[in-house]
């Protein structure tokens, strides 16, 4: 995580960024679209704008839809390699709407003020910065960086990583295989379908609720008032460290569960991943996947 974001995550619990292009590449510009190559860096810096992406097999970057303010206009500009999307107009579009059409392996860089951001059916990677708004990636992106102040964030099918941050919202992940990181202050955070190689998940006032392989590593599961589930798969092998101040602990890893309060220690398996659960008013569920 970018040392920004770190200290926005820190914020939580305790952008555009300017590019050009290389000076040796050519810049061309477009009302509709350019040319490029596969792996393209995207840029959208649009105010109060919902964003919403597309992916194609062609090797090109696109506006295909607009729902703008009278006075405001959108075009493309930039190379093969990197290519920025502007909305232009006096000031700044109060709403609106940008669909854009990219490769399924460019690398997007999206921000809006007050707006929503959607990307769909992604191979590549996405840093995207919302002040109020949601957020939803899917497909099978690499990599996801993603924060808002103020809205929900949903992420499908990240293979690597995923970094997600936001003070008042849900966040949800589902089919991962790979790394994460999530933070909120007011929310529920939400992990399905997924195999985790190492986590760490908090959230100031809401709930956890974790259905996930977890891999050999480390995942910390942490809340100041809620409650938190871990169900991990039948051959999971972990060793868990789970902490409540005013809360149950159930362990139902074993048949009957066993119930108990304070600290609660657990190993199964050949104890590979080293799982701490800890909630200060909140209780914690242990068990397997159905």
Do not use: W, Y
């Not at 792996?39 to 062609?58: C, F, K, L, P």
């Not at 497909?139 to 099918?157: C, K, L, N, Y």
């Amino acid at each position: 995580m970018n040392t920004s974001r770190r200290a926005h995550l820190a914020g939580l619990l305790g952008v555009a960024v300017c590019l050009t292009a290389s000076s040796a590449s050519a810049r061309h510009a477009s009302s509709s679209g350019l040319d490029t190559r596969p792996n393209v860096i995207v840029e959208a810096s649009v105010g109060n704008v919902d964003i919403e992406v597309h992916t194609s097999s062609a090797n090109r970057v696109e506006i295909v839809g607009t729902s703008l303010p009278a006075g405001f206009t959108a075009k493309v500009s930039g190379s093969t390699r990197r290519v920025e999307v502007e909305v232009e107009g006096i000031g700044v579009p109060g709403s609106g709407k940008l669909e854009l059409s990219v490769p399924k392996d460019a690398r997007l860089e999206l921000d809006t003020r007050n707006g929503d951001v959607t990307v769909h059916d992604l191979r590549g990677e996405a840093d995207i910065s919302v002040v109020q708004g949601d957020i939803a990636v899917d497909g099978a992106p690499q990599h996801v960086e993603a924060s808002t102040t103020s809205g929900d964030i949903r992420v499908v099918g990240v293979r690597v990583d995923a970094e997600l941050s936001t003070v008042s919202g849900d966040v949800q992940v589902s089919g991962m295989h790979g790394r994460l990181e999530v933070g909120t202050v007011s929310g529920d955070i939400t992990v399905s379908g997924s195999v985790l190689e190492r986590s760490e998940l908090a959230v100031v006032s809401g709930t956890i609720d974790v259905h996930a392989d977890l891999r050999a590593g480390s995942h910390d599961f942490a809340a100041h008032s809620g409650d938190i589930s871990v169900r991990v798969g039948a051959k999971q092998g972990a060793r868990f460290r789970v902490e409540t101040f005013s809360g149950t602990i159930e362990d139902a890893l074993l048949d009957p569960p066993v119930a108990t309060r304070g600290r609660h220690l657990r190993e199964i398996g050949d104890g590979s991943a080293r799982v701490d659960v800890a909630t200060f008013s909140g209780s914690v569920r242990l068990g397997r996947a159905k």
